[in-house]
């Protein structure tokens, strides 16, 4: 399984980098965010779609992260959409891979007043009745993966904005001990997770974030099983709260961990270069105060890619919320976490463009390519990339781009739709290749 893991994280390390013209190399050693923050005590996760984890993105996710937090899989009305009726498929699915990366899960969610299934939230059920169903779900859900994961968010978002309780099925009918009762169901069903209450707006010292340091300050007097608090931090360019360290620091001198759970910080589109430098250094901020406390443990991003973010269908004309872009490169805000995490590699410098190589899937006898070219500070209204390969490939087939090969030497140009990249955008293209022997990744020029 090692070698495994070190092939998966070449990969995607190369997928990673941005091999950009006004710095070549500088990027071919960087150490993926994961093995900096171990050097840190900090696990660094992500949020995934389980039918997403192949390619580019199973690569990625595999080599950068330490956790996986499912992003519905866990969902009640993901594993129990008709009454007694489970389909466990999408999470068991992200717990292997996860396994096969050596990596940790965070359970994500138990207890929530959000997609539970219509068959729970149309019945009408008697205050025992709803303990009942509640006490099930839990020990049904946490005893299936009892030993194999690390951490659940037990309760999630049960505050209103002003510190009152949400007014939610659970709160309704059980009354506010539903929480206390979940956290003991949950430890019942797997002593060895990591039990949490998790919330948004709860990043810094506000009138909510102190109604959760309450309730978590109770409920370790009464010893009700409670582990850590997670702080989602769904944030907006510019805004990370000045009192997060120290926020965090306070739920740490109460005796708990604390996770930052579903890190993403949104803009208004298009981005810009601007933008995207304050991001990072947003980003850059969020992970730092996590560095500065010993007991924050975890800092997981709600999605790691553009292309997978809740943002830009809820907040019309807002998105880039994460770290890397839609295409899988590495935004600015990438190099923001690895900089707080001591990570010494050079971002790609603002006002470029530049182009990167990486190898998809790869069999016997061929392989699939994507060439990503991204612009900072700059843009393009055509583009060429060049490269020679070094060990016989040959390619056979591009697409969104014409491409040429002449001996080892090989030129792609655009397609007549995809000449433009924007400030702060990105374009892609694919090809098929033959290898044999070795495969090694070209250095590649944009001109
Ligand atoms: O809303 C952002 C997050 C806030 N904290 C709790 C998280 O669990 C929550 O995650 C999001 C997921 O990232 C979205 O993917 O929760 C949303 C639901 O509140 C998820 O959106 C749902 C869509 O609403 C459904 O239409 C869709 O079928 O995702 C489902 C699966 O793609």
Same mark, same amino acid.
């Given at each position: 399984m090692r070698s495994l893991r070190t092939g998966l994280s070449l990969t995607s390390l190369v997928a990673g980098l941005a091999l950009l013209l006004t710095a070549p190399a500088a990027h071919a050693a960087d150490t993926p965010l994961r093995d900096l923050g171990t050097a840190k005590g900090k696990v660094i996760g992500t949020a995934v779609t389980?039918?997403?984890?192949?390619?580019a993105y199973g690569d990625i996710a595999g080599a950068q992260f330490s956790s996986l937090t499912p992003g519905n899989a866990m969902k009640w009305g993901s594993v129990e959409p008709t009454q007694g009726s489970f389909n466990w498929t999408e999470a068991d699915q992200i717990v292997a891979f996860a396994q096969a990366h050596n990596q940790q899960v965070r359970g994500h969610?138990? %207890?929530?007043?959000?997609? #539970?299934?219509s068959w729970l939230t149309n019945g009408s059920w008697t205050s025992a009745q709803l303990g009942t169903l509640l006490q099930n779900h839990i020990s049904t859900e946490v005893g299936r993966y009892k030993g194999k994961l690390?951490?659940?968010?037990? %309760?999630?978002?049960?505050? #209103?904005e002003d510190g009152t309780y949400r007014s939610t099925l659970w709160y309704n009918g059980l009354g506010a001990d539903y929480i206390a009762n979940a956290l003991t169901w949950a430890r019942a069903a797997d002593p060895a997770a990591k039990l949490y209450i998790n919330d948004y707006n709860v990043e810094g010292v506000n009138a909510k974030s102190t109604a959760l340091y309450n309730l978590v300050k109770s409920l370790k007097e009464r010893g009700v099983p409670i582990d850590g608090v997670g702080l989602q931090a769904h944030l907006i360019l510019g805004?990370?709260?000045?009192t997060l360290q120290q926020n965090i620091q306070r739920f740490a001198d109460l005796g708990v961990d604390v996770a930052i759970t579903e890190l993403d910080i949104r803009m208004t589109l298009p981005s810009d270069s601007a933008e995207l430098a304050q991001q990072k250094a947003d980003y850059k901020a969020v992970t730092a105060a996590c560095v500065a406390v010993?007991?924050?443990v975890n800092l997981t991003v709600w999605g790691f890619t553009d292309s997978d973010s809740w943002v830009e269908s809820t907040f019309p004309?807002?998105?880039?919320?994460?770290?890397?872009d839609a295409n899988y490169a590495p935004k600015p805000a990438y190099y923001g976490i690895a900089e707080a995490l001591g990570g010494t590699s050079t971002p790609p410098p603002t006002g470029a463009c530049g182009a990167s190589y990486s190898v998809g899937s790869q069999w016997n006898t061929g392989f699939t390519g994507t060439v990503t070219i991204s612009c900072s500070g700059a843009s393009l209204s055509s583009w060429k990339v060049t490269w020679t390969y070094g060990a016989g490939q040959r390619i056979t087939q591009a697409w969104n781009a014409g491409c040429t090969q002449s001996g080892a030497a090989v030129t792609c140009v655009n397609a007549s739709y995809n000449g433009t990249v924007p400030d702060g955008g990105s374009v892609s293209f694919g090809f098929n290749a033959s290898w044999s022997g070795s495969n090694p990744v070209p250095t590649v020029t944009l001109g």
């Open positions: 389980g039918s997403k984890l192949t390619g969610t138990l %207890v929530w007043h959000s997609q #539970n299934p690390a951490a659940w968010d037990v %309760v999630n978002e049960p505050f #209103n805004q990370v709260p000045s010993a007991r924050c004309g807002q998105g880039a919320a994460t770290p890397y």
